[in-house]
């Protein structure tokens, strides 16, 4: 008879009623079954905090006014009991500071992305992720769809021939009006820089278009030329962007990202050509990959289990039949999934496979920094370098 493997403790800080990130979170990692939430520090406001916990099923005594008094108090709890995993699903001036003294109190961490504030706070960061025998995860939500995995392998094995043109866009609408001006705290935090870092629409959601664009391009963006917007008066940090970049084996490209494109949803969509054809998948319509060839007539790969002609990397990451939906918890629970392996198999490097980690945040931070240094200066290339 084998034996049950014990469900991962995991605790949140941030998440508390009202936040839509920290509950998807939640609904993601109780997906498959394998975590169970023991603790948290949900909100500063101190009736949401105890609310959230209690609706959880969380012991009053488990429902903690901040985040530095549960990592003491969880620290003290009996090793069967006491929490595995910490959740960082606050503002992103928090991100860094939680996730490092968690690593260094021996706690897992998977955090909101972006890592940090800026670069030199997450290089601060990346020596504690590699100096403690913790493991440490982003949620890139994106990169946990299946057909994502497909295109990126169908890419590696040479299936669209030597990459050239890399063409990510992610259009938004949801800023088009000054919904913080009207009371929008989710709009509010992220256009204060000491809250939300440097970059605002480019941070948000740029940062998912490019680490999209290098995961499925299987190459990384060297150099970029960019151009970023604000079109709401008293709007502190830009609500549009666009540039050029070039890859370092010779792939140019184009991204887009914008949240003042009015009536826009999350139309997150990548196209990679090579000189064979080229492939296309759009996250509002997830379980689809487009193929196109030179001499061939276009096919649509769909996901599903059982599909023979997809990768074994997709089709670990399905958990029905084709034609069956899967979207955003799904691809968020591959991640889980993949944490959950790591913890559970004592991974002893830093990284979980297959969870986006602290060089995918590094080089998200550095691409935030290179746009707004191009953007704010007269040199027509800017360099992406992550470790100045």
Not at 136 to 149: F, I
Not at 174 to 194: F, M, T, Y
Not at 264 to 276: A, I, Q, S, T
Not at 307 to 328: D, F, S, T
Request: aromatic share 6%; net charge negative.
């Amino acid at each position: 008879m084998s034996v049950p493997v014990p469900k991962i403790r995991m605790g949140f800080v941030g998440g508390g009623e009202g936040a839509f990130i920290g509950k998807a979170h939640r609904q993601a990692a109780g997906l498959d079954g394998r975590f169970e939430l023991v603790c948290g520090a949900f909100s500063r406001d101190a009736r949401n905090n105890q609310d959230t916990g209690a609706a959880l099923g969380l012991p009053a005594s488990r429902c903690y006014s901040d985040w530095q008094h549960m990592l003491d108090a969880e620290r003290a709890q009996p090793a069967d009991q006491r929490m595995e995993l910490l959740i960082i699903v606050t503002p992103n001036h928090l991100h860094a500071p939680i996730a490092s003294q968690a690593l260094s109190a021996g706690f897992h961490v998977f955090s909101e992305k972006p890592a940090a504030l800026n670069l030199s706070e997450l290089l601060a960061l990346e020596s504690v992720v590699k100096t403690s025998d913790r493991l440490y995860g982003l949620a890139h939500t994106y990169l946990g769809y299946p057909m994502v995995w497909q295109a990126r392998e169908m890419v590696r094995n040479g299936v669209i021939g030597a990459v050239r043109k890399v063409i990510v866009e992610y259009p938004q609408g949801w800023l088009s009006q000054d919904v913080a001006g009207q009371g929008n705290k989710q709009a509010g935090w992220r256009d204060r820089p000491e809250l939300s870092g440097l970059g605002g629409c480019i941070g948000d959601i740029g940062t998912h278009a490019f680490s999209l664009a290098e995961f499925v391009a299987d190459q990384s963006i060297s150099h970029l030329c960019a151009m970023l917007g604000t079109h709401i008066a008293g709007r502190q940090l830009d609500d549009d962007a666009a540039m050029l970049f070039k890859m370092v084996d010779g792939a140019s490209g184009v991204l887009i990202a914008s949240q003042v494109c009015a009536g826009e949803e999350n139309p997150l969509k990548v196209r990679v050509y090579g000189d064979k054809g080229g492939l296309e998948w759009r996250q509002e319509e997830p379980s689809s990959l487009i193929h196109r060839s030179l001499d061939q007539p276009l096919r649509i790969l769909r996901s599903g289990v059982g599909q023979p002609w997809l990768c074994e990397a997709a089709i670990k990451r399905m958990r029905l039949p084709a034609g069956h939906p899967e979207g955003y918890l799904e691809a968020m629970a591959n991640l889980y999934g993949d944490f959950a392996n790591a913890i559970r198999s004592n991974v002893e490097d830093h990284d979980a496979p297959g969870v986006p980690g602290i060089e995918v945040g590094l080089r998200g931070m550095a691409f935030i920094e290179a746009v707004i240094a191009n953007h704010r200066g007269d040199t027509k290339w800017t360099e992406l370098v992550c470790h100045p």
